[in-house]
């Protein structure tokens, strides 16, 4: 069922007659790296395989626009669903049928380590958002906080558990079978939930920080799948044949472009922009963040000749927004070159068939994933004003300390700042 | 020069003359299952070694109270030592030589990964501490707290480098193993670091719990193999056929009473109870915490007729020793049976040949790994009161806020509670 020549990856759509070709030698490889283009020319399934790809895409584009409208706890759903057809795809991926038979259960501990990190990861993200959720009540807040502070030792007895389960299933003869899986799950749980952990942290900071940087992706790959498509010529690395310089360079100009207009687009939605503290799906208002506030910047001169305005809006986004576009078209491209040599290595055509015309999810996920950690990080770093790291801690004194130790705390933070005050002055 | 049947773990001891002769079949496997004590006797070669181990036990034993006597630094700079003997040994392990010839720097990729994980794990770390060392210098005060607020992106884009070095590194041929190692230098990084830093963070909550469990590991395999020596007779496990039942629950019940008596005399220390906030090496004095304050109990009556003290003082942690004791003798041998199982898989007598009689770093440091996630687990769920979570929440304000935030914050939860007040009267 899987072929050797997996050249898939971020931006290049298949086209599964050229690999049959490749496959019974028909183009020897010498010309396929001498001129990139001949790739995507004189190829009769070309057009089929286009329309499926771009059918299953608009499905795809409208799914998610609706559950972007339906909001925060929908789109965290959504990455759940996405996570869990991920890992059964890679899951699956080095399995051996004729081992596995003889390892009864075997499988049922992959997922007893997902759902262990599941709990873990979701349950800390859940903690920080319910506390806001909480009405007042003394005895639900109680159960709440105590949950919370136990889910560290229940996690890591429910990962124990699969640690002794494991260890008591080796079997002789398997055990190198066995521990490759082990490690292999490891890695898969890895990625899966470091990726997803930092996507849901996006959504609730606000839906713009996880859907933006997810476009930026989708129209990058298209750019350049169109640049590589019409000017494409030079080959650009040996992982992918079917990239060019021509398409990688045009889609980086097209991505920043295309960012900083779309990030003042975007920018004025509240529903996009407020961060969600809690975990209802109501309508969202707020007084937006500074970077989301038109200033108004002066129309050059040269510019001015020509329309009738006399300055233009910008929002600080947009200037983020560059920074998000260079990578998006620079850095993120090579989460795509990673699962293409991945799939090299382990001669596998896609990770699986779950979406036509596009492989499984997880080939559609692999540059969405460097880029959503990235967008994470550069969040945290220089986006989030001191005032919101306020809010965190407040959260924090409310979530983990109960009424009087808040108390025991304001004093004793009124001691040290009385102190300082006496020191600075 | 490594051979096929490694059996030690952490309480198994090597006797090397009797692996030559299960290789050479003189003693039937059957026997060997049916009396597990007849490993052990009957072996010239079973003395040198027992001394080569003892020797070199002790050298490590007087090394290692020097460097807890000379301070937190000094137990932290031992560790990181360690973490490289073991990482370097578990990255030759899986490595092949004819290959890595073809693929030059492709090691050093692997050390880039690794001081990138030690500039993120240790880097979080200092930071918490560093705030409570550096003096009131307002420009210093600024520059490092810049640097903890950046050292994420700064650890990110190391990483993003290494990333993107492994995907230009690949060569055609080797993707499988250049896949392979990419996955398994991940997998010793988890291990290795994993361990480390919770380490780490019990050292600075006070050496006792970082000295304590390892000496309770240290102490359920010593006894289990004495236990095992003189009563070991029904086989355990498959995957360390040396052991025992016998040994097991034996050292189980030993380790349970010297982990109870044991903590009344180390808690009665205040440089191995007093947590350090700082990064400073000189003696530490503190107000005991509760538990390390004897609470006084009236001597049963049948015991008080035979010894003059009418009651006994018991530190509270004499309590939460038992449950380490329960894990340590339980759980963490575990640790070695996976250890055992995964050189069996590959065919490895040891990690490494580092200490004598005990192989490589990565041998004695199995069961530790799982031992110390536990205790800091444990010590954060059932061990700190209340009131250290304020001084957590407290160091977090001073160092994550400048002086103005830090007034801002106050206020607000001047309101908070303010309102809070008012609802609960």
Redesign the interface.
């Known amino acids: 069922m899987r072929d050797s020549s997996a050249d898939n990856s971020c931006s290049s759509p298949r086209t599964p007659n050229l690999r049959q070709r490749r496959r019974s030698n028909e183009i020897p490889p010498e010309i396929l790296k001498s001129n990139g283009t001949i790739l995507l020319v004189n190829d009769k399934f070309k057009y089929k395989s286009m329309w499926i790809r771009a059918y299953s895409s608009l499905w795809m584009l409208a799914f998610v626009s609706l559950i972007i409208y339906m909001g925060h706890l929908y789109i965290w759903a959504m990455i759940v669903v996405i996570q869990i057809f991920m890992a059964s795809e890679l899951f699956n991926l080095l399995r051996r049928a004729n081992q596995d038979k003889r390892l009864p259960k075997f499988k049922l501990l992959n997922w007893h380590f997902f759902f262990t990190a599941m709990l873990y990861v979701y349950g800390r993200i859940l903690s920080q958002h319910l506390v806001n959720t909480v009405t007042?009540e003394k005895i639900f807040y109680r159960l709440v906080s105590n949950l919370i502070?136990?889910q560290?030792?229940i996690c890591?007895f429910l990962y124990?558990a699969g640690?002794?389960w494991?260890?008591l299933s080796?079997k002789?003869r398997y055990?190198?079978y066995?521990?490759g899986q082990y490690?292999?799950t490891?890695?898969i749980l890895?990625v899966v939930f470091t990726q997803s952990a930092f996507t849901v942290a996006n959504i609730f900071q606000g839906i713009f920080w996880f859907l933006f940087p997810a476009l930026l992706i989708a129209m990058n790959d298209v750019a350049a799948y169109f640049f590589g498509f019409f000017f494409g010529k030079t080959p650009l690395i040996?992982?992918s044949p079917k990239k060019t310089w021509e398409g990688f360079i045009g889609a980086s100009v097209a991505t920043m472009i295309a960012a900083f207009t779309f990030a003042n687009f975007l920018g004025r939605f509240q529903w996009l922009t407020c961060p969600r503290k809690d975990l209802s799906t109501g309508w969202l208002e707020c007084d937006p963040d500074p970077i989301f506030k038109p200033e108004y910047i002066p129309m050059p001169e040269f510019i001015s000749h020509w329309i009738p305005e006399k300055e233009i809006a910008v929002l600080p986004v947009q200037w983020h927004a560059l920074w998000l576009g260079l990578f998006a078209s620079i850095?993120a491209p090579?989460g795509g070159?990673?699962a293409s040599?991945?799939k090299?290595?382990?001669k596998i055509k896609d990770f699986g068939d779950s979406i036509p015309g596009h492989g499984g999810f997880t080939d559609r996920m692999d540059c969405q994933m460097?880029m959503a950690?990235?967008v994470y990080?550069?969040h945290?770093?220089?986006v989030v004003q001191?005032?919101y790291?306020?809010d965190v801690?407040?959260d924090?004194?409310?979530r983990?300390?109960?009424?009087e130790?808040?108390?025991?705390?304001?004093t004793?933070?009124?001691q040290?700042?009385q102190e300082?005050q006496l020191?600075?002055i």
Chains 1, 2 share one sequence.
């Open positions: 007042s502070k136990y560290m030792v890591y124990i640690f002794v494991f260890i080796l002789k055990y190198k066995q521990f490690a292999w490891h890695m890895i040996k992982l850095i090579f070159f990673f040599g991945f090299r290595a382990f460097v950690v990235f990080i550069y945290q770093s220089f001191h005032d790291s306020i801690l407040l924090q004194i409310m983990d300390l109960g009424f130790e808040q108390l025991a705390l304001y004793k933070l009124g040290i700042l300082r020191m600075h």
